[in-house]
Structures are given as C-alpha cells and as structure tokens.
C-alpha cells in the first residue's frame, strides 16, 4: 500500500489550494516545492513589518462569489484598489486608460471631447485593413498618442522585440473608459490579504507533509511510488523531457532595495513606459497594505530573456509553442492518475481566481464537494 493518497508538486496556489480540499476529504497528502519556501509566485516575504511581494505584485480580483467567499475563510482582505500611475518622459499619468488620462494627455474634459480627440487620431489609420503586427494593430484602435505613450516603448520592453515584429493578438483590445474611474480592474471584488499570501498558502496545506527544496524530478521514480494519484503543477515540457522541444518563457527579474524614508513614490505601483528606462514599473509594497513604517521598501521590475537560471514567467502565446503544447497534451491523456493543473503545466497565464476555480474543478471531480 501506498504512504500517501496524493502527491502534488508543486506548492503554488493550485496545489495548495487542491492539498486543502483533499486534506478535508481525508486524504493523505505530499505537497513537494522545488523552491526555498510555499507559495509558488504568490510568495511574500515580511521584511521588517513590510510584506514584499517577492514574485511580482499580485492583486486579488474576481466577479466570482464563490472564489471571493473561499479565499476569504483563509484571510481577511482589506479594500485596496488598484490604480497604477503610467510615467512617460517624467511626466505621470493615470491608468487603465479613462477621462484622467485623456485630460492629462490632451486637456478634454468630457466624454465627447476625448472620443472625438481619439477618433481624429484613429482616422490617420483607416487605412489599415488587416493589421500586420502590434503596431498597426494598436495604431488602428487608439492613434499616435496613445500607442507612443504608453504602449509602445512598454510592449517592447515587455516582450523584447520590436512592435513591428509581434503579433497583433498580444493586444485584443485596447480598453478605453470614458469615465473618471482609475480602478484597474473591472472585477466586483478586490483587495490584498491582511498579512500577505503566505499564511494564506500555509493554512491551506495545513494536514499535508510538506517538503520544500525539493525537486520532483531528481527523484521522480521514488515520488511516483509513494501515492497512487497525483497533481502536478511544474512544467509539462519538462515533465515529458523535452521530448518535443522547450515551450518558451519571457522571464522577470526583480531588485528590491530598502530606503529609508517614509514613502517613495505615494502608490504601489508606477509603470515606466519609455523603452530606454530598462525597468517596467516600481512596485512600493507598504503601500499594498497602507503600511505607515517610517521605511520603505520598493522593487524594480526588469523583463528579459528566459534562461535555465531564471523563472519561467509569462508564456510565449505563438504558433510554435501552441504546436509544441497540443503534443505534450496529448502525451498527457494517457496518464489518468495524474491531474496536470496550475499555470507551468498548462502553458497559460491564469489569475488567481481562475486558478483556484480550475483547482477546486480538480478537487470536485476526485472528492465530489466543495467547502
Ligand atoms: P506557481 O505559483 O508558479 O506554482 C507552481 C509551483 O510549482 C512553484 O512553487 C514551483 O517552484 C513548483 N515546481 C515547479 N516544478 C517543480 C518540480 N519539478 N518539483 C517541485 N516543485 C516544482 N494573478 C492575479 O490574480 N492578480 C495579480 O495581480 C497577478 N499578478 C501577477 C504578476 C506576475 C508578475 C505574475 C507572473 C503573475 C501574476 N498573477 C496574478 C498570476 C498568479 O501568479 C497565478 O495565478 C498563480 O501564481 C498560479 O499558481 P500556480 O500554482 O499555477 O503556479
């Protein structure tokens, strides 16, 4: 007989939020991390009172009542909201794109004014039929000022080839809000847990054996024999052996640096929107929690070039690496005691609600309740 009923790799929010169902359904689990620590991308880190978003700011946001009223048996969510500032040029700017923005941009004060300013600066574009690349994409739906702005320069540093050179599907839409709303998100629920992620994630696996610094794969023979089923969150490429190729990534790297004083720059998050400024954004983490230390600590966030030494980030949405991905899925099927779940093993960006709803879908097909 087997040691456990569960094994899952991972130690993210998809496997943490999986452990925690099966642990209520009374199943023995092993969640394992390759990491130093739980929490996958979630991770944050209380330095000095502060909780430092370690892997990037994460934001909680959802319209799903079930999803909110689950994260929330896990902490308390305070009720703050995001609303980046866009610097160009030194010269700052609201985000998502609404009337604050067109009245910094141009002067319109009303709804008319700046959709008649947006349409004289489409019209140059009509041209455009079938958009090649991003550019011609963007340029289409929002005209010069707007696209050299604040998309242009931030695209190109975000994925590191020119906007001539990607795809227009990058871009779907372009959203444009003609009210004076700098809410990011147009989700119903929104805040950041009360303490940060971690606790979040280390209630969650309460009752399982947890092993971090732990790679599956240096011992994948030992593990597969501890438990008949198992969730695995890492890469499915590596998990077939990169039997088909490497699906590609686009890496981040963060530089956090403490300073003393008081505040930084007055919001959790500024994006940089010129190409030459190497950095995409400043994220001032006390901010996430309305921190009043008498410190400070701000993280710098760099793209670049995903490398074996660095974190697999956003996947690369083309043709090849789609091509790639529909084999390894295939190989897949054929492993019915193994749920392949979270963002790594299915080559796809998922928010946090959406990850712990694919989760919870695992769960509910193998334990047949929810709570
Ligand atoms: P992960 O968190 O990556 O967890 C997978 C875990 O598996 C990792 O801990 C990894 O170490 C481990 N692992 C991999 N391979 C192995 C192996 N071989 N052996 C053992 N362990 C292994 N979502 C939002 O809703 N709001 C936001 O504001 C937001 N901001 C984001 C910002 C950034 C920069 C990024 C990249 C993502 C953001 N997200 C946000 C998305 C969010 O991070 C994901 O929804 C979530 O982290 C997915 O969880 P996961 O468990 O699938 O993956």
């Known amino acids: ?62 319209s799903n009542r079930e999803i909110w009223n689950y994260i929330n048996q896990f902490a308390d969510f305070n009720n703050f909201i995001n609303s980046p500032l866009a610097n160009y040029n030194g010269k700052l700017y609201n985000l998502p794109f609404n009337m604050n923005t067109f009245y910094q941009l141009w002067g319109t004060q009303t709804p008319l004014e700046a959709k008649a300013k947006i349409a004289e600066q489409c019209k140059k574009y009509d041209y455009i039929t079938h958009p090649a690349n991003l550019e011609e994409h963007a340029l289409k739906m929002c005209g010069d000022d707007i696209y050299n702005t604040f998309i242009k320069g931030y695209t190109e540093k975000q994925w590191g080839r020119r906007a001539t050179e990607l795809p227009s599907f990058i871009i779907k839409r372009i959203p444009l809000r003609f009210v004076y709303n700098n809410n990011y998100f147009n989700d119903t629920y929104q805040g950041i847990p009360v303490g940060g992620y971690t606790p979040i994630i280390e209630s969650m696996i309460k009752g399982a054996e947890v092993q971090i610094n732990t790679d599956y794969f240096e011992n994948k023979t ?47 998050v500024v994006n940089y929107n010129e190409f030459d400024v190497p950095f995409t954004r400043i994220i001032e983490h006390k901010h996430f929690e309305f921190g009043t230390q008498p410190f400070t ?40 005691n193994i749920s392949f779940g979270g963002r790594l093993a299915q080559y796809a960006y998922f928010d946090m609600d959406d990850t712990i709803e694919a989760a919870l879908e695992v769960a509910r097909k193998e334990f047949k309740f929810i709570k």
Do not use: W
């Open 297 to 336: 600590i701000v993280s710098k966030e760099f793209p670049n070039e995903y490398s074996k030494d660095s974190e697999p980030y956003y996947p690369v949405n083309d043709e090849r690496n789609h091509t790639i991905l529909g084999k390894y899925k295939e190989l897949a099927k054929a492993y019915g």
């Open 222 to 268: 030992y593990f597969d024999s501890l438990a008949p089923k198992m969730i695995f969150t890492g890469r499915i490429d590596e998990f077939f052996d990169f039997k088909f190729g490497k699906l590609e990534y686009r890496s981040l790297h963060f530089e956090h640096e403490r300073l003393e004083i008081n505040d930084f720059q007055g919001n959790a």
């Open 1 to 62: 007989d087997s040691i456990y009923d569960y094994i899952i790799v991972g130690a993210g929010l998809f496997g943490a939020v999986f452990t925690q169902q099966a642990v209520k359904a009374g199943k023995k689990c092993l969640i394992i991390d390759k990491r130093r620590q739980i929490g996958g991308n979630l991770y944050t880190e209380n330095i000095d009172s502060i909780n430092v978003h370690k892997y990037g700011a994460h934001i909680f946001h959802t």
